[in-house]
């Protein structure tokens, strides 16, 4: 296993990781590089998270620096383009 401290808490209905953490990756400190690096690293389990990376979309990232080392703090959205529209039956038009 090459992460074995990570865990994860699964989606009842899809069998896929909602959320995963553990310990640290290495990833570079450049904010410029690292949304491609994450993208590389994710790309190697597809089955992982069953989202194409055309779906992905970074919504936030901050570097957490601390005196013992640092970290980022990523969060990728899923977009999800529809065929069509959907409309509010409820709305008050």
Known sequence: MEHPTWQARFDQFTGRPYRAW???VPFTN???ELE???RQWLAQWPQLTGVKDSA???RDLALNETE???SWL???EQIQV???PIENDLAGD
């Open 30 to 32: 450049n904010e410029a």
């Open 56 to 58: 992905l979309r970074l």
């Open 82 to 84: 529809l065929a069509r």
């Open 74 to 76: 990523v969060f990728f």
């Open 36 to 38: 491609n690096q994450l």
């Open 22 to 24: 553990g310990a640290g």
């Open 68 to 70: 013992t080392g640092s």
